[in-house]
C-alpha cells in the first residue's frame, strides 16, 4: 500500500506507469493504493499505483474460493470463481475439482455426479494455478469446504443432513452431495 507522494524507487531501477510521477531521478505515488510491479520484456520493470477498488484480487494458491458449479463429468466438476475470501471478483475465473481432490479418503470411491450437481456453490481451497487454459485446481478434500448451499428439483434450498446428503424440506427427497461442515459464526474464534 502506498500513499500520496511516497517515494517508490529510482528511474535507474524502474520505468513509470499509472498513478505515478518523475521527479529528479525517481518515481514518486500520485495517489493512494497499491503498488504494481510488472516486468514487460527485458526492458525494466514498469510501477504503477492503482486505487483500492481498481485492484483486481486473483485467487491465489491456498485461498478460500466460493464458486458456482458449471458441469460435472465422471472425471471433474467445472466451476466459475466467484468470492476469494469475502471479497467479490470482478472478473470471471474458471476453475476445476478433479475427482482425486473432492474428498481426502476414499479417493477411488468418489463419484463426482454424487458429490456436485451444476447450480451448486461450493467452498473450495485453490491447490494449483492450472493450465493454459487459465483453470484454476481446487480441492474439497476438508471438512470445512464442500457444498454449501443446493437446491433440489422442486427449486427449494436443500439442508445438509450428513457429511454427503442434502435432503429438501418439500418433497423430503435426499440426494448426495460432499457436504461443507460450515461453522455457525459465533463458535467461530
Known amino acids: 500500500m502506498s500513499t500520496k507522494c511516497d517515494r517508490l524507487c529510482s528511474t535507474e ?11 529528479h531521478g525517481y518515481i514518486y505515488s ?3 493504493g ?11 520493470p514498469v510501477i504503477s ?17 466460493t464458486c458456482k458449479v458449471t458441469s460435472i463429468n465422471p472425471r471433474f466438476a467445472k466451476v466459475h470463481i466467484l468470492y476469494v475470501g ?14 482425486e481432490d473432492v474428498r481426502a479418503t476414499e479417493k477411488d470411491r468418489v463419484e463426482t455426479y454424487k458429490s456436485f450437481r451444476p447450480g451448486d456453490i461450493v467452498l473450495a481451497k485453490v491447490i494449483s494455478l492450472g493450465d493454459v487454459q487459465s483453470n484454476y ?16 428439483e422442486a427449486g427449494a434450498q436443500m439442508v445438509p443432513i450428513s457429511w454427503c446428503e442434502m435432503q429438501c424440506p418439500r418433497t423430503h427427497a435426499k440426494e448426495f452431495r460432499k457436504v461443507a461442515r460450515v461453522q455457525p459464526e459465533y463458535l467461530q474464534a
Not at 469475502?86 to 475427482?99: A, C, E, H, V
Not at 480441492?139 to 457444498?147: H, I, S, Y
Open 13 to 23: 531501477d524502474c520505468m513509470p506507469g499509472t498513478g505515478v510521477y518523475l521527479r
Open 34 to 44: 497499491y503498488v504494481l510491479r510488472k516486468n514487460e520484456g527485458e526492458e525494466l
Open 49 to 65: 499505483v492503482v486505487r483500492e477498488t481498481e485492484a483486481q484480487l486473483l485467487p491465489d494458491v491456498g485461498a478460500i474460493v
Open 86 to 99: 469475502s471479497t467479490p471478483l470482478k472478473d470471471r475465473f474458471r476453475g476445476t475439482i478433479r475427482k
Open 137 to 152: 485446481l481446487l480441492t474439497t478434500a476438508e471438512n470445512e469446504l464442500g457444498v454449501v448451499v443446493a437446491h433440489s
Open 30 to 32: 500520485s495517489l493512494a
